[in-house]
């Protein structure tokens, strides 16, 4: 038996359990998982996971159960968190559910600021057009609760939302809604943000469609040899006229005009829009070529799409970083990323190839000229010989899952009583060196930890509860296990 198909059509089931349930966040799974959680712990063993099943309607052979049982509990410590299992189900977002997604975006940032005023969110939505409510299944008022008590948690700084947040917190709403309802996700979109009304608007399907047409075109006039990126950079790069890497949306309808391709002018803006990932109003043409090349590469067995590999992350790479990271300490990502912010001279928050070149290894990795290059044109991202090295580090960073964020907000409103703020006197006095992570995988001793951590906070006066969550963010990012994180927070503050 493939177990692997076995497993996503029952991850599946229970989704399409949950959907049925009429729960649409994360939310309440926490919540319904929180009935079979006897002793409060967080966590499921295997006699309350069977039970929070049966609960929702998927019922397994004891075989079944075991290969689900052994899936969710990732560190195999014969319990499931809540969050070991809400991260697996919030996996395989399909393409078209993600395109959605960024369609609704681009249609509602109208600005092209790259982020949405959380006020205007609340304002937009039209809870009364959500399918739940229009099917009487709930009330307005209780789709717009769920809605803003959700996506003000995907909110960093707690006033707008980026299209990554905002993509996050539809990945939720995903989690609990089977493969099969694709029609429904795009209808729970479209008719809550009222897209369809928008003169501009052009839906994901024809979105699809003129990346076919486009393809086509850039195939036909494809000689045997070549691949579809090699033609299609040729074209881009004739009206690059300053041989930037990047185009502006004129010089893109040129070249679409160049393959013969014929949209209309909000067509284009949309296709644009799409491939502009980075909202800057430039293209680095190299990465479409890689899409282009890609789609090609199934049509010719002897074509290789080289631009892909090459704007393709250099994973063997980073995962060399990230290890070294976590063998010089948990506070190992401040002190690249205060190396990082010193190297940028000029305090324009990038890093040219040489000044990348020495924050590395002034942060104490060594690499060759090839994995320097290829991490430098990965992370250039408009192709301007530069990076942002706030990029580079919010990369290695990675933001909390909910359940960590969850938890330490928890603590900070233990240690500070509520408060917005507290003594960096105090904040140091709750901290138990003798527990903390570098001290228990035997990284430091107690002294060193001590002093690596009065270091970090030697020039603040008071600590205030993002600055708690910023910092316990950097430490989060070398520790893989949510089990391992929850023990290290309970563990390192009194």
């Known amino acids: 038996m493939d177990w692997r198909n076995k497993l996503e059509l029952i991850q599946n089931k229970i989704r399409g359990q949950l959907h049925a349930r009429k729960i649409d966040d994360l939310e309440g799974v926490y919540q319904l998982m929180s009935e079979f959680d006897k002793d409060n712990s967080g966590y499921l063993d295997k006699d309350e996971f069977q039970k929070f099943l049966s609960k929702i309607g998927v019922f397994l052979t004891t075989q079944e159960l075991r290969a689900v049982y052994d899936k969710y509990d990732s560190n195999k410590d014969g319990n499931i968190a809540y969050a070991e299992f809400v991260n697996l ?90 493969s099969e309802k694709e029609e429904y996700f795009t209808d729970l979109l479209t008719s809550t943000w009222g897209v369809t009304s928008g003169a501009d608007y052009v839906s994901p399907e024809r979105l699809a469609q003129l990346e076919i047409i486009l393809f086509e075109k850039i195939r036909q006039k494809t000689v045997t040899k070549d691949d579809e ?14 041989n930037k890497g990047t185009i502006d949306i004129y010089q893109f309808a040129q070249a679409l005009q160049k393959f013969g391709c014929v949209f209309s002018d909000k067509e284009i803006q949309a296709l644009f829009n799409k491939y502009d990932s980075d909202k800057s109003g430039r293209l680095c043409y190299d990465e479409i070529c890689g899409l282009i090349a890609l789609m090609g590469s ?111 907000n928890q603590f900070w409103n233990r240690i500070s009583n509520g408060q917005q703020s507290i003594s960096i006197q105090q904040f140091k006095q709750l901290y138990d060196a003798t527990k903390c992570q570098d001290v228990t995988l035997g990284i430091k001793t107690v002294a060193d930890a001590t002093k690596d951590f009065n270091d970090i906070w030697k020039d603040v006066q008071t600590v205030t509860q993002q600055q708690f969550i910023d910092y316990l963010t950097d430490i989060s990012a070398l520790i893989e296990s949510e089990v391992t994180f929850e023990k290290f927070i309970r563990n390192s503050w009194k």
């Not at 991490?375 to 990369?395: A, G, H, M, Q, T």
Request: hydrophobic letters at 35%; charged letters at 30%; aromatic letters at 12%.
């Open 229 to 242: 990126g090699k033609t299609a950079k040729k074209a881009f790069m004739y009206f690059d006229l300053e």
């Open 89 to 178: 189900i919030r996996e395989n977002m399909s393409e078209r559910r993600i395109n959605v997604v960024r369609s609704t975006f681009a249609f509602l940032d109208q600005q092209r600021q790259g982020r949405l005023l959380l006020e205007n969110l609340y304002r937009l939505y039209q809870a009364k057009n959500h399918p739940r409510v229009r099917t009487r299944q709930k009330t307005a008022d209780q789709v717009t609760k769920e809605f803003v008590n959700a996506i003000s948690k995907r909110s960093k700084d707690c006033q707008s939302i980026s299209e990554d947040e905002f993509l996050n917190y539809y990945a939720d709403c995903n989690a609990t809604l089977p």
């Open 298 to 408: 199934g049509n010719n067995a002897n074509v290789n799409p080289v631009f892909q590999i090459a704007r393709a992350p250099p994973q063997e790479t980073l995962n060399r970083i990230r290890n070294d990271l976590i063998k010089k300490g948990q506070h190992s990502v401040i002190r690249m990323a205060t190396i990082f912010a010193n190297s940028d001279k000029n305090k324009n928050g990038t890093l040219n190839r040489q000044e990348f070149q020495w924050a590395m290894k002034e942060s104490g990795f060594l690499l060759t000229k090839t994995e320097y290059d290829n991490l430098f044109r990965y992370f250039d991202k408009n192709c301007d010989d530069e990076v942002s090295f706030v990029e580079f580090i919010s990369f290695l960073r990675k933001p909390l899952t909910q359940f960590r964020l969850d938890l330490v």
